[in-house]
Nanobody
């Protein structure tokens, strides 16, 4: 099994920045691609960004292109989400996900492991 724990969420003003972290433990050797999703109140969980095991390939949702950057440190079994130029519509619970494949997956059902989420609130 793999455990994922997110951290770094909080309250920030519009235009500000936050960096989320997701630490993996357990059978981390089985993890390849990782991603971030978010879920706002009353809405479905949506894809934000994903990264391959080497970090050489990433894919971002259109809504965050140019503002959010995903990266990873495999030595620390940690993936990061740098969020800049935050907007009130970015307010959501952010979830880290991991998959045994090394594909840039964008749907919830594609991922094998999930964290518990961290709240990000952007005030106007």
């Amino acid at each position: 099994q793999v455990q994922l724990v997110e951290s770094g969420g909080g309250l920030v003003q519009a235009g500000g920045s936050l960096r989320l972290s997701c630490a993996a433990s357990g059978r981390t050797f089985s993890i390849n691609a990782m991603g971030w999703f978010r879920q706002a109140p009353g809405k479905e969980r949506e894809f934000v960004t994903a990264i391959t095991r080497s970090g050489g390939y990433t894919y971002n949702a259109d809504s965050v292109k140019g503002r959010f950057t995903i990266s990873r440190d495999n030595a620390k079994n940690t993936v990061y989400l740098q969020m800049n130029s935050l907007k009130p519509e970015d307010t959501a619970v952010y979830y880290c996900a991991a998959d045994r494949s090394n594909r840039l997956l964008i749907t919830v059902n594609d991922y094998d492991y999930w964290g518990q989420g961290t709240q990000v609130t952007v005030s106007s």
